[in-house]
């Protein structure tokens, strides 16, 4: 039963714990696809359409609900992609089956990857989800044009990397919770007011002197210009900056995500 | 049989804070043994355990599963084992069967041959029928039989079972021993703890006892066993007027209440003919009798003079279980 034949790429071991982690959200919709799509219908009729109407943004070149669009979209990537890694986790914790995971021959590496790795995925396919419920109002509206993607393959990486970097986050989460009142914490209090001033509802030259440079401390400033750029093919901030950005924190995140693992934090004792 | 130990550790220490849940733990167990630990609770046995399959660190010493260091090489070590734990740690998310099939995937079972071998231990414990029940949905007898299907499912070299017994029926306490056996006497090797000692004497080739974080001694059940005494009960149809004459070399100690009388013995399964002999030699009609063999709280009073069925803190991983009925005790009352 030597685990060494199963090493180079992604192992059996490994694909099993991604597939289970995927299929934990999978066979829920209610709970983990329904509640995104609800939210982003009510935040696109509300944001986009009866007030979207009534705002400008860049001069009026871009009507709101479009300049809106991919701020939504890095919302709900960003936000279940933290929330599957820290709940998947503090929930196998809580419960304590996360031992048949931690008593298996993965390493430390394998066990992290394949919870950022089913979190993202379910951070890209929740963005899917916000994009075509916003692609639908925009359609639907008879001012406004059919959405074209205006760099698709730059967007693809960007959310990816976007979902990737929070799920990273998250897995941090997932570990430091002592029970469930902390994962509500961490989503009041460290994630919301990211995306709030992350630029997701207002472009960032919208802001005065001091504010504006302060905003760059906020890691959603890139990732919502980013997917902005990648839509729109507008932008603050370099492009290739902001993914630049968003890989070498998403590569931190995750060097911290398995030598936490590796300790056992949270895990062990 | 090989020349690797199935488990060699040595000054392993596990320290929480001031508390010291092991002790410098020196313990080696053979290929293909069936080894029992026997201990109070927070004696150390699971915090030992924990060490052995990762899910706690040590704080200093040293731990080989089959060879491999459980920290420097613990993907082979964690490989070789399959571990069927006190408490239910069984995720809920998904049927039984896949949850077993994930456990063989984990451990690099490819997914078909997973699948079969999910089958098959479910089968073997005897709750295949319920492979598409989620795990609250079983009943306590059948949680515990999946967590050995569980530990079964990766075909380990060895196998650990941390109290595996406590609380369950006789049925399922029997049914489970004979699935143990079974797998033994293909050459799994079985680490097994456990409060009854008449558990241990049924299963296991050598026992260790521990206490405070350290083993006491290594011996084999019969050995532990004949250092404890045993009672017999007996009722007769009379009321003696004074303690019969016996053997002294056989019984220890005798006293009589009403129709009833006591007689504490070395083995109660050797000395129990001798005694009634006497009694009807002397004239006496038994009506009734009962044989309670020596427990591990009387041979942990001799060995550490401590009282064993009381808990010490700070290793809540130990269930107590030491006030329940043992097996043996169980098995003579139902008979």
């Known amino acids: 039963m030597s685990v060494a034949s199963s090493i180079p790429g992604l192992s059996t071991g490994t694909v099993t714990l991604v597939r289970r982690e995927i299929l934990r959200y999978v066979r829920r919709p209610r709970n983990t696809f329904l509640p995104p799509f609800i939210n982003n219908v009510l935040y696109f009729a509300v944001f986009g359409v009866i007030l979207g109407e009534r705002i400008g943004s860049y001069g009026d070149a871009i009507p709101y609900i479009l300049f809106v669009l991919p701020g939504l979209v890095v919302l709900g990537a960003v936000s279940n992609g933290f929330e599957n890694a820290s709940f998947s986790i503090f929930h196998g914790r809580w419960n304590e089956y996360i031992h048949e995971v931690l008593t298996s021959p993965l390493s430390y590496g394998q066990t992290t990857f394949a919870y950022v790795a089913a979190s993202t995925l379910r951070g890209v396919l929740v963005g899917v989800i916000i994009a075509v419920v916003g692609v639908a109002f925009t359609v639907a509206h008879p001012a406004y044009d059919l959405v074209s993607i205006a760099h698709p393959l730059y967007l693809a990486v960007a959310l990816t990397l976007v979902a990737a970097l929070f799920a990273c986050i998250g897995v941090v989460g997932g570990l430091w919770a002592r029970d469930f009142d902390y994962l509500t914490v961490l989503n009041q209090f460290l994630i919301r007011p990211l995306v709030f001033f992350g630029g997701v509802f207002y472009p960032l030259d919208a802001l005065d002197g001091l504010f504006y440079t302060l905003s760059f401390l906020n890691p959603m400033v890139f990732t919502v210009d980013a997917v902005r750029y990648g839509f729109l093919d507008v932008n603050v901030l370099n492009p290739w900056l902001s993914l630049g950005v968003l890989a070498g924190a998403t590569a931190v995140v995750f060097a911290i995500d398995v030598a936490l693992v590796k300790r056992g934090y949270g895990l062990t004792e | ?335």
Not at chain 2, 141 to 155: E, F, I, P, Q, S
Not at chain 2, 176 to 196: I, P
Not at chain 2, 241 to 265: K, M, S, Y
Request: charged share 30%.
């Open chain 2, 1 to 335: 049989m090989t020349d690797t130990a199935a488990i060699e550790v040595s000054d392993l220490v596990k320290e929480y804070g001031d508390l010291r849940a092991l002790d410098g733990l020196d313990l080696r167990v053979e290929d293909g043994e069936f080894f029992g630990l026997l201990g109070p609770n927070g004696a150390g046995k699971t915090t030992f355990i924990e060490i052995l399959v990762g899910l706690t660190r040590k704080t200093s010493g040293h731990a080989e599963v089959f060879g491999h260091d459980v920290v420097d090489d613990y993907r082979n070590a964690r490989d070789a084992i399959g571990l069927a734990p006190q408490e239910f740690n069984v995720d809920r998310f998904f049927p039984i069967r896949e949850v077993l099939e994930h456990k063989a995937g984990y451990h690099g079972i490819p997914p078909e041959e997973a699948g079969e071998r999910a089958d098959e231990a479910l089968k073997r414990v005897g709750i295949y029928d319920k492979r598409d029940e989620r795990f609250d949905w079983l009943s306590g007898g059948m949680k515990r039989r999946l967590l050995l299907a569980r530990a079964l499912v990766t075909d380990p070299d060895l196998l650990i079972l941390d109290e595996p017994t406590a609380g369950v029926d006789v049925q399922l306490r029997r049914d489970l021993w004979n699935v143990v056996r079974d797998l033994n006497a293909n050459g799994t090797t079985v680490l097994l703890t456990t409060h009854y000692i008449e558990e241990a004497e049924r299963l296991c080739d050598r026992v260790a006892v521990m206490d405070e974080g350290s083993v006491l001694d290594v011996a084999t059940p019969e050995d532990l066993m004949s250092r404890g005494t045993d009672t017999i009960t007996i009722t007769l149809a009379d009321q003696p007027r004074e303690v019969p004459a016996f053997d002294r070399d056989a019984v220890l100690d005798a006293a009589v209440d009403g129709d009833r009388l006591t007689v504490r013995v070395e083995d109660g399964g050797r000395a129990v003919a001798d005694v009634v002999t006497a009694l009807q030699a002397a004239g006496h009609q038994v009506v009734d009798l009962d044989v309670s063999r020596t427990s591990l709280e009387e041979i942990f009073v001799q060995m550490t003079g401590d009282d064993a069925s009381t808990a010490r803190d700070g290793d809540a991983g130990d269930g107590g279980a030491s006030d329940e009925e043992s097996p043996a005790q169980a098995e003579v009352s139902q008979a």
